[in-house]
């Protein structure tokens, strides 16, 4: 109850390494990487987000496409 999100991520971590996290919030990630909140590449979803979204950014996190395998949009 005393922390935030990111307390939390980090007291996740530190107890299971490798522990897949998904930062969620009402603000843009835009917006939380510009203050510093999270880094860019951290994985998040902004609020609201319908379930078919939400379970396509939980898949993504759990079986992330290694860098070797990602393309650019054509």
Request: no cysteine.
């Amino acid at each position: 109850p005393a922390m935030n999100g990111i307390e939390l991520a980090a007291h996740i971590q530190q107890r299971s390494k490798g522990q897949p996290i998904l930062f969620m919030s009402g603000y843009t990630d835009t917006a939380i990487v510009e203050h510093g909140v999270l880094d860019e590449d951290t994985p998040f979803i902004r609020k609201p987000f319908d379930a078919p979204t939400f379970l396509g950014k939980v898949d993504e996190v759990l079986h992330p496409t290694p860098p070797d395998e990602q393309t650019e949009p054509t």
